[in-house]
């Protein structure tokens, strides 16, 4: 009988922690039918595992809405201690399986050349290093929704409003100024500021809509700006280089963007005294107190590839256009 009730006592308990990764999961998610996705559970089973863990606590942990899931004031301080017990469980399930290492899913997002150029071509040394977790790569240049989306982690580009998240620095990104050698050929080489009056810019807006970004470039210091006449605006780093390329016009780009085609002298660098402002790069995650150790060594990994990959200077042999 005691042995009965010792098997029961443990399998309710293997039952709760199951509920608390299912609770915690519709939490970021903030959806029942994303968390039930992402767990690839139904999505019944999800709801009856919040019900059923409502009821054992006698308190509203969720508000539910047809459009959106949040917490309620019980919910957020559960769902903090669901988290740093979650943690706590997979840290001791992880001493006693060192040569196993690490397990499971990540979910990471990047921008589109970041993503395509530099992450995916290192990700199987990671991989083979680490046989035991997955990644699931979104390349996007859309702001995404880390708890929503149920994202583990998010590479950004440029300021970033304060978003509740946590923030881990990568460095800063140089920018440069580039033209085709067509381009240059037609409308001269422009040597400082003063000399874009006589030029075109393949302007970009951001996805999310609003203006065109202006000019700018640093000088004595100071951040200057100014709009471009143009004739071509367009709304991802693809297509400015491709417009670049094809003659339509000047383009400011991150410098890792067109290291090939510098050096094949398919772009010429100009203006290199008046260059724009670096841009930050940085790591965001959810605000978590335990991240999983597979997103901290992952984190460990990516912040060193950006650096190496991403804020090496670039060298630019001299050309000249007539």
């Not at 810019?201 to 006449?229: F, K, T």
């Not at 978590?288 to 901290?296: D, E």
Request: proline share 8%.
């Amino acid at each position: 009988m005691d042995e009965q009730l010792d098997g029961a006592a443990a399998g309710n308990t293997m039952d709760r922690i199951d509920q608390f990764r299912i609770f915690t999961r519709v939490v970021e998610a903030a959806s029942f039918t994303r968390a039930a996705q992402s767990l690839g559970l139904p999505r019944s089973s999800v709801s009856a595992a919040v019900l059923e863990l409502e009821k054992r606590l006698d308190a509203r942990l969720l508000h539910r809405t047809t459009r959106r899931v949040s917490l309620s004031q019980d919910g957020r301080v559960f769902y903090e201690r669901c988290l740093q017990l979650l943690a706590d469980v997979a840290a001791v399930e992880e001493l006693f399986r060192p040569a196993a290492g690490p397990t499971g899913t990540l979910r990471i997002d990047a921008p589109g050349r970041i993503g395509r150029l530099i992450i995916a071509p290192a990700l199987p040394a990671f991989l083979d290093r680490y046989p035991g977790v997955n990644i699931e790569l979104g390349v996007t240049d859309r702001p995404v929704d880390l708890i929503a989306d149920s994202v583990d982690c998010v590479v950004r580009v440029g300021p970033q409003r304060d978003s509740g998240l946590i923030a881990r620095p990568i460095g800063e990104l140089p920018l440069i100024n580039v033209a085709s050698p067509a381009y240059l050929a037609r409308h001269g080489v422009p040597g400082t500021p003063a000399d874009l009056d006589a030029h075109v810019a393949v302007n970009y807006a951001p996805p999310s809509g609003g203006r065109a970004e202006p000019w700018e470039w640093i000088e004595d210091g100071a951040l200057h700006a100014r709009p471009m006449a143009a004739r071509v605006t367009v709304n991802n780093a693809e297509a400015s280089i491709a417009c670049c390329l094809a003659g339509l016009g000047l383009i400011q780009i991150p410098a890792y963007d067109v290291a090939d085609y510098l050096k094949a002298g398919d772009l010429v660098e100009v203006m290199p005294a008046w260059r724009p402002q670096p841009l930050p790069i940085m790591l965001l995650y959810p605000e978590r107190r335990h991240a999983p150790h597979r997103l901290q060594l992952f984190a460990d990994w990516l912040v060193a590839l950006l650096r190496r990959q991403t804020l090496a200077p670039v060298t630019t042999p001299r050309q000249t256009t007539s």
